[in-house]
């Protein structure tokens, strides 16, 4: 993770949006023809798009009030027992129509584009009853294709079902039916709208071990991949199963297990890491990023976008936390955040490399030195935004959540 292979006086050729040479300057300008677009990067560093590998982007409302209550000190499983927390957004989110769900998940979207992330995962997960668990992977779609107007058409997004996010409340004495209607009815129609992935958020509160397990085999056997919001704040076991059942991640782990860390290790489940949720819920649990990356993981970082836990929308600000917070080395969270990113969500022969075949996702920075990007807490950096071959140019108004 820390050779970053880096290149001067180098030229990036793209055509029908991908990337078709990378060379010296000189020798990618003579491949120009007249009616090629023509952007001179001098004096900037070039680097590959971000992938945010971890985003729950369909969702109405905002979870403010509660942001104000933990800082007053309430805890995050206290609020979830009262009915908070989750379960006030998929609340927000059934009574929401198609149009709205679907606008807001195209702004979301493109503030990310405009912050350099040039692929996405997103979850569904605040449905959590039949119908609207496949509203939200519908809305995923639709944005994608720019059927809702303002979205992204050149932005990949890979969908994930997380119907197993929260117990919601009219199962809250019937957690068997629940896990039941999950895995014999929302799965097959997941699969049907095409999701790429199944995820399960295996925590004190929400499923257990042998739940998530369930579920998670069901997927598998529907041809599903794997995902785990595995171990968050409780130790679980949930990295353990991620790596049995060969999930393609294991997100969060801040209070993953010994035995975990040594599973993920030499595994090839990629481990998550989501600095910006652990900046949003304080306490002891911190993902032991330095051991991971010490012992061989393939560790990507995300943003975990959410209206609660993390309504943070920028990789360049995650790249920066994943040193500060994570003690990644600047190349190590580079590569984190681009490389291992797309292998965390499918995507590793797509996106996150810049090499002939590649997507043509490419940010160019208003420095010569990439480092600026994590030494700068908060700044923008980013002066143009190239995804899938196209210059992408929108003003940038951060608006509502
Ligand atoms: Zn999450």
């Keep these: 993770m820390r050779q970053l292979s880096i290149r001067s006086d180098a030229g990036v050729a793209l055509a029908a949006g991908r990337i078709s040479r990378v060379d010296a300057s000189g020798v990618a300008e003579k491949l120009a023809t007249s009616s090629t677009t023509v952007i001179d990067a001098q004096g900037a560093a070039v680097i590959p798009g971000f992938v945010d590998p971890h985003t729950h982007a369909v969702f109405a409302g905002t979870r403010r009030d509660e942001f104000a209550r933990r800082i007053e000190g309430q805890d995050y499983l206290e609020i979830l027992a009262a009915g908070g927390g989750i379960l006030s957004t998929v609340e927000a989110t059934r009574a929401a129509s198609l149009a709205e769900l679907g606008a807001a998940f195209a702004r979301r979207a493109t503030r990310m584009l405009m912050q350099g992330t040039t692929a996405l995962e997103v979850k569904s997960g605040y449905g959590l009853n039949f119908e609207s668990e496949r509203k939200m992977l519908a809305i995923a779609e639709l944005g994608v294709s720019g059927q809702q107007g303002h979205s992204p058409s050149r ?114 489940t990629a481990a998550v890491l989501l600095p910006a949720s652990t900046v949003y819920i304080s306490g002891p649990s911190r993902a032991p990023a330095r051991d991971l990356v010490d012992k061989g993981t393939i560790v990507a970082v995300g943003t975990d976008f959410n209206p609660g836990s993390s309504p943070v929308d920028s990789m360049p600000l995650v790249l920066s936390l994943a040193s500060l917070i994570y003690g990644l080395t600047v190349e190590e969270a580079l590569t984190a955040a681009t490389a291992n990113a797309a292998y965390a969500i499918g995507l590793e022969k797509v996106t996150g490399c810049i090499l002939p075949g590649y997507r043509g996702d490419l940010l160019i920075l208003d420095t010569d030195d990439y480092r600026d990007l994590s030494y700068r807490l908060g700044s923008r950096l980013i002066r143009t935004v190239i995804s899938g071959g196209e210059v992408i140019d929108a003003p940038l108004s951060d608006g509502p959540l």
């Design 155 to 268: 932005l990949p997004v890979v969908r994930t079902f997380l119907g197993a996010h929260a117990l919601p409340a009219e199962y809250r004495s019937r957690r068997k039916a629940y896990v039941e209607l999950v895995c014999n009815e929302m799965l097959p129609a997941a699969v049907k709208e095409k999701a790429d992935f199944c995820d399960v958020f295996c925590e004190d509160g929400a499923f257990t071990l042998d739940e998530s397990r369930l579920v998670l085999s069901r997927a598998r056997e529907l041809g599903l991949g794997l995902k785990v919001h595995a171990d968050p704040l409780t130790t679980m076991g949930a990295a353990e199963l991620a790596v049995e059942l060969g999930a393609r991640s294991a997100d969060h782990l801040g209070a993953v297990s010994a035995s975990g860390v040594e599973a993920l290790a030499g595994s090839s």
